[in-house]
């Protein structure tokens, strides 16, 4: 079975921590061992050089009544084998019990080999060996006597001593890292689904999202790269949410579009073929619906010319033009509906003359949009005020306008495709919601920047900057 991610985390690092418990036991014990050997080998060198030193005072030179008396209390106090050995390994004296009863033992039986003779003598590293008599492993120490000849005192003892000692310190390592170890997987636990949690909700939302749900939000918990990207995902489900509202808007607003035009044509059409329309009025019927069908045709075009342009299809045919005659022959061709408005319009006649090498076209549309937009929106007897000018390599444009302004809350939003503003207005109502983010799509076709600024029941203003001289590039 697949693990969750839940399940997959906590089992590394359930692994982590056991596999570093056991890395330090390891450490811990190989750093013991060698604390106990050593102590070990430090006593038993100790004890043989004690020894040697009685030995070595003695008048008479007597191996056996020097050695065996404190040879026996030394052995019994450090728990080790203690005996004497010629220049060839040979044990010649020992301190054990059977020795004394019947002067032979089972060291006697045995021959220590030069080369560990020579390692213990050595002393420079603890000697752990068998020496061919033991099973098991025995710590070593040995030191030399020089009296009629040599002789050397040996001293051993088993590691079971040693080996105790670690089952004993392993044992209280279990037990005392038992409570630390829990604690770590109850952190563990908690630390995993804490991180796991968010992550499911975001799939579960996303879920829901593919299916067409976008209420599901995920809680911010923490401030932390989780908390950051659950409140990037709320963010993107919120936009997400604007988008598909705005979809459904622009779906529900080019059908009424359609349809509201087919209509009128196909009723005057079937009117003119049944009769129904005296024939003396085709003319006039047939020029509406002339007027209609350029009217569908316009809207195509502009979404076509979007798409266009965000695909990056469209090619700027780049000609040097004056960008101020042209805000005036826009302005011009509004005349009617500024003075219906009874609009002042003011800074038209002082426009500095600026020429700009761009897309006449692509550029005349943004003008005429904006233009558009601040007639629709200029508040009864308001004002519409222009200003052109140069700085460094740019031309800047800005188009201001009274009336009831954009809520603070809306400014991101007003560039954005399908955005309409109060939909309550007639003329709002008509619109697709396209000519700002047309507006916008241009600019930036054209390396510009285009912004909005507003206060609510006075103005409402934008500004379009564009280079003077772009290349095609």
Known sequence: ?????FKRYFLVMGITICASLFVIL???????????????????????VQVADTVSQSSDGDMTGEFLPISRALSSVIGADMFV????????????????KEAKCLHSSYII???????????????????????????VAANSVDADKTYY????????????????????????????????????IFITYRMAKPLKNMSDAAKAMAKGDFSKRIPVTSDDEIGEL???????????????????GFVSSVSHELRTPMTTISGFIDGILDGTIPKDKH?????????????????????LDISKLESGEVELKKESFSISEMVCSIVIGQEQRVENGNFEIEGLDSLSDATITADRDLIHQVVYNLVDNAI????DGGKISFTLSQENDNIIFVIKNTGDGIPESELPFVFERFYKGDKSRSDIKNSLGLGLYLVKTIVLAHRGQVSVASRQGQFTAFKVILPKGESNG
């Open 376 to 379: 629709k929106f200029t508040n």
């Open 283 to 303: 003319q006039y019927y047939l020029s509406i619906v002339s007027s209609e069908v350029k009217r569908l045709s316009r809207l195509v075009n502009g979404m």
């Open 26 to 48: 390891m450490l811990l014990s190989v750093v013991l061992n060698n604390y106990a050997v050593n102590n070990t080998y430090k006593s038993l060198k100790q004890s043989c």
């Open 230 to 248: 659950a409140a990037s995902f709320n963010m993107m489900t919120n936009s997400l949410s604007r988008l598909e509202t705005m979809r459904r």
């Open 153 to 188: 005192i040996f001293a051993t003892a088993p590691m079971e001593q040693v080996e105790g000692l670690m089952r004993t310190m392993t044992k209280l390592f279990v037990r005392v890292a038992i409570i630390p170890v829990l604690i770590m997987f109850c952190l563990s």
């Open 113 to 139: 080999p030069k080369e560990v003779i020579t390692r213990a003598v050595d002393g420079k590293r603890p000697v752990v060996d068998n020496l061919d008599m033991y099973i098991n492993p025995y710590c």
């Open 1 to 5: 079975m697949r693990l969750r991610l």
């Open 85 to 100: 050995t010629d220049e060839n390994g040979t044990v010649l004296v020992c301190a054990c019990d059977e020795w004394q």
